[in-house]
Structure formats: C-alpha cells, structure tokens
C-alpha cells in the first residue's frame, strides 16, 4: 500500500462511521450501551490500526504491534474503569503505532499528540451536540486523517544515502579523525 492519504482518511472516516452506525444500531437491543460502546470503539480502533500498519509499508512489527495491541486493550477493558478512560487509553495506543511507524522525531510525534487531543475534543463537542453515533466517529476519524499533513523534520541532505551504513560510517571515521587531529595540534 502507499503512503496514506488525507483523501483515504476521509474515505476510511466515511466507511468506519457507516460500519460503526450498523452496528450500534443492530446490537443496541442485544448489548448494554457502555459495552457496546467498548465493543465499538475497539474494533474500529483494531481496523485502524490494521490499515496502519498496511499504509505504512513497514515490514518489522507486523506480528508483534498487533499483539501488542492486543495486550492493551485486553487490559483497557479490565481496568479502565469508564468509557471515557478507555476510548483516551485505545487512542494513546492509536498515537504510540503512528509515532513508531510513521514519524521520524519527537516534533512530528508531539504534533500527533496534539493531533490526537483535537481528536478527542472534536469527538466530545460532536456526541454532545449531535449525539449521533455516525457524525462522532466521522468527526473522530476525520480528524485522524490529518496526521498525513504533520510534517517529517529530518531531511536527507543532498547526495546522502538514507540506508547506506557504509557511508554513515565513513562519515563518522573522518569526522573522528578530524577531532584527533585537531586534538593532536591542540597539544
């Protein structure tokens, strides 16, 4: 898959508040509210971060993030003690994937932080104006689609090879020989 889009955000949102309305309105009469919700917010989030994981071309962690994953919502349901609790723990988990495969330094992982915090800002603006189950998770995931907008900080130079360790190497070799030098005159 190639790089993530805003336009592929959008068609996710849109696709995850159709699936996500169907089935809260399917399994309303079957389910406890706050269980379904639980219910709810993790498969979409496990989804998510399947699509994640697929967008990001990234071959290590394929097995161990999901897993991982796993883990924590596993203990999200056993100790988070309310829905809201819960919902920030699955998107502290959505932020930490993102960070790992996505960004290239601490800015861009903040900025998806902060991403994250308007996320969750315009999720509870959206259910209490609305209180709509398709426009909350619309909004939600629509505001997730712009972490393709955050940008990378670290930039190859010109002429640099970014997966060369030959040439890292060498580069630090001269420079190492540069400062013994400039020790040796020094004394």
């Known amino acids: 898959m190639r790089h993530p889009t805003f336009i592929t955000g959008v068609v996710i949102a849109f696709i995850f508040a159709l699936a996500g309305t169907a089935a ?8 406890l509210p706050s269980v379904l919700l639980k ?20 071959r ?4 161990a993030t999901p897993t991982l994953w796993l883990a924590g919502t596993a203990a999200l349901w056993l100790l988070a003690p309310g829905l809201t609790l819960y919902f920030i723990g699955h998107l502290g988990m959505v932020w930490l994937i993102r960070s790992l495969y996505f960004h290239t330094g601490v800015l861009p992982a903040l900025l ?19 209180h709509s189950i398709f426009l909350t998770i619309w909004s ?13 900080l670290i930039k190859k130079r010109r002429g640099e090879p970014a997966d ?10 001269h420079t190492a020989e540069a400062a013994v030098r400039r020790m040796h005159r020094s004394n």
């Open 140 to 152: 939600f995931f629509l505001t997730q689609a712009l972490f393709v907008a955050i940008p990378s």
């Open 60 to 63: 290590t962690g394929r097995l």
């Open 112 to 130: 998806d932080l902060g991403l994250c915090a308007l996320s969750l800002l315009a999720t509870v603006a959206t259910i209490h104006h609305s």
């Open 39 to 58: 219910w709810l917010i993790a498969c979409l989030a496990a989804l998510y971060v399947v699509y994640l994981i697929a967008a990001s071309g990234e």
């Open 164 to 173: 060369n360790p030959e040439f890292h190497f060498n580069r630090a070799l």
């Open 24 to 31: 809260f309105t399917s399994l309303k009469l079957l389910l």
